[in-house]
């Protein structure tokens, strides 16, 4: 079975640009996941959605935004890009709390 | 405080050596705990999960809880280079909420043959 895939895998974007991240889950999970990872650091919660409705939202700025599709998928959007949204996004989908699996990550360099 | 306090090392160990990985927590409401491995510039890779206090092995690796003392650990026996990587740990809550993880800073773990 194939694992969570995420694209692209890089991307260099200017400040004040903005990007979009995309997200498929394993197959037969509804629920999917956004984190921020930056160097040196664990990954941080941005997202969940669960049947295309979000369930929780972490301490990120309303630049941030998500969205679920009715196949599962999702995408993360970022605005105003700032110097400081130069990170590894991740991506984890589950069918439920314990077992989250996450994808190769997105790594976002802002210049 | 940090809600999830890890060493992030770094830690290095002599091939065949058991290493033992440690997070401390501050809140009573996680429930659930993970260990993650990173390697270099991927995804975290999910090794064990547990939901309640005491140990839970598999193959060379056993997670043990104790909620008591808001402490969790993850051994590694007979270590590998292969092992060399960054271990994360992470805990959720129960109830209707979000499956939202929090993380610990990781602890990277070299293993020299």
């Known amino acids: 079975d194939a694992g969570v895939t995420q694209s692209p895998t890089h991307l260099i974007k200017t400040r004040g640009q903005h990007v979009t991240l995309r997200c498929s889950p394993i197959?037969?999970?509804?629920?999917v996941s956004w984190y921020q990872q930056v160097l040196g650091q664990g990954p941080q919660f941005i997202f969940q959605y669960y049947e295309k409705e979000e369930r929780g939202r972490g301490n990120f700025p309303d630049r941030f935004s998500a969205r679920q599709f009715p196949n599962y998928s999702s995408e993360l959007n970022v605005n105003a890009l700032l110097l400081g949204d130069s990170a590894l996004y991740l991506c984890a989908s589950s069918l439920d709390r314990m077992a989250q699996y996450f994808g190769p990550g997105t790594r976002l360099l802002v210049l | 405080q940090k809600e999830v306090e890890q060493d992030p090392g770094p830690l290095s160990v002599p091939e065949g050596a058991i290493v033992s990985l440690n997070c401390t927590y501050s809140?009573?409401?996680?429930?659930?705990f993970m260990w993650y491995r990173q390697y270099s510039r991927k995804g975290p890779e999910l090794l064990m999960y547990?939901?309640?206090?005491g140990n839970k092995e598999d193959g060379r690796f056993t997670a043990q809880v104790d909620k008591s003392s808001k402490y969790i650990s993850l051994f590694i026996r007979d270590s590998q280079p292969s092992d060399s990587a960054t271990y994360l740990c992470?805990?959720?809550?129960?109830?209707?909420?979000?499956?939202?993880?929090?993380f610990g800073k990781g602890t990277k773990l070299s293993v020299i043959p």
């Open positions: 197959s037969g999970h509804k629920s």
């Open positions: 547990t939901y309640s206090s």
């Open positions: 992470a805990m959720t809550g129960s109830g209707a909420g979000s499956y939202q993880l929090t």
């Open positions: 809140n009573s409401a996680f429930q659930y």
